[in-house]
C-alpha cells in the first residue's frame, strides 16, 4: 500500500504516487482547520495528473476605519476594503463593505498566535465622500481567532486655489471656475 506526504508551498506541490486512490487528509496548514479539507479522496492516473483541494480558516477580522486609527476615533460611513497580498498586485476573494460604524469584517481569515501570526494584508478601494482613502497596504498580524484593528481615514481638507493673470505679477483674476477631475 503506497503512501505519500506532499509538501505544499505557496499553494503548489507534487508528488510521483502510483496509480489508484487515496484518501486524503490534512497533517498541517497553519491558519487552518485540517478538518475541513475538501475533496478527502484523490485518483492518481498512470499518466500525470493534477487535483486542487480547498481548506478553510475560521477567524474573524474587524477592519474599523476611523478618523483616528484607533478605538474611539470618528468613523468613516461608507466605503469598501479588498484582500490582497503585500504587494497589493492581486485580490483575494470579493470587497467588503464598509458599514456606517466604520466596520469591515472578513469572516474565515486564517491566524496563528503571538509566536506565529498569520499575516493578512489589505487595499481599501473607497471611502465616504468626507474622508481620504488609506493609500498604502494594510498589513494586519492575526494572533488570535476574533481581532480587531484600525485604520486611519483621515478627514479630507480644504484646499486653498489662488488663480493669477499670467502677464502681469500679482494682479488675481476677479471672477473663475476651476474644475478639477481625478485621475483615475
Same mark, same amino acid.
Not at 503506497?2 to 496548514?29: D, L
Not at 469598501?80 to 469591515?104: F, L, R, W
Given at each position: 500500500?503506497?503512501?505519500?506526504?506532499?509538501?505544499?508551498?505557496?499553494?503548489?506541490?507534487?508528488?510521483?504516487?502510483?496509480?489508484?486512490? *487515496?484518501?486524503?487528509?490534512?497533517?498541517?496548514?497553519?491558519?487552518?482547520?485540517?478538518?475541513?479539507?475538501?475533496?478527502?479522496?484523490f485518483?492518481?492516473?498512470?499518466?500525470? +495528473?493534477?487535483?486542487?483541494?480547498?481548506?478553510?480558516?475560521?477567524?474573524?477580522?474587524?477592519?474599523?476605519?476611523n478618523?483616528?486609527?484607533?478605538?474611539?476615533?470618528?468613523?468613516?460611513?461608507?466605503?469598501?476594503v479588498?484582500?490582497?497580498?503585500?504587494?497589493?498586485?492581486?485580490? *483575494? +476573494?470579493?470587497?467588503?463593505?464598509?458599514?456606517?460604524?466604520?466596520?469591515?469584517?472578513?469572516?474565515?481569515?486564517? *491566524?496563528?498566535?503571538?509566536?506565529?501570526?498569520?499575516?493578512?494584508?489589505?487595499?481599501?478601494?473607497?471611502?465616504?465622500?468626507?474622508?481620504n482613502?488609506?493609500?498604502?497596504?494594510?498589513?494586519?498580524?492575526?494572533?488570535?481567532?476574533?481581532q480587531?484593528? *484600525?485604520?486611519?481615514?483621515?478627514?479630507?481638507?480644504?484646499?486653498?486655489?489662488?488663480?493669477?493673470?499670467?502677464?502681469?505679477s500679482?494682479?488675481?483674476?476677479?471672477?473663475?471656475?476651476?474644475?478639477?477631475?481625478?485621475?483615475?
Amino acid at each position: 500500500m503506497a503512501n505519500y506526504n506532499v509538501t505544499i508551498t505557496n499553494g503548489q506541490g507534487s508528488e510521483s504516487m502510483k496509480a489508484g486512490t *487515496y484518501n486524503v487528509s490534512a497533517i498541517s496548514a497553519p491558519g487552518y482547520d485540517l478538518t475541513s479539507l475538501s475533496p478527502t479522496t484523490f485518483t492518481a492516473s498512470k499518466a500525470a +495528473g493534477s487535483g486542487s483541494f480547498t481548506l478553510s480558516a475560521s477567524g474573524t477580522l474587524t477592519l474599523v476605519f476611523n478618523e483616528t486609527g484607533a478605538e474611539g476615533g470618528t468613523p468613516i460611513t461608507s466605503g469598501s476594503v479588498v484582500m490582497t497580498n503585500q504587494a497589493g498586485t492581486e485580490e *483575494y +476573494g470579493e470587497p467588503i463593505t464598509i458599514d456606517s460604524t466604520g466596520n469591515a469584517v472578513f469572516q474565515n481569515v486564517a *491566524y496563528g498566535d503571538s509566536q506565529t501570526p498569520f499575516m493578512l494584508y489589505f487595499k481599501q478601494l473607497s471611502s465616504d465622500e468626507s474622508h481620504n482613502i488609506e493609500s498604502g497596504i494594510i498589513s494586519v498580524s492575526m494572533t488570535s481567532a476574533s481581532q480587531t484593528e *484600525y485604520v486611519l481615514n483621515s478627514p479630507i481638507a480644504e484646499q486653498t486655489i489662488s488663480l493669477m493673470d499670467a502677464n502681469y505679477s500679482g494682479l488675481t483674476i476677479p471672477s473663475a471656475t476651476l474644475s478639477f477631475e481625478e485621475e483615475a
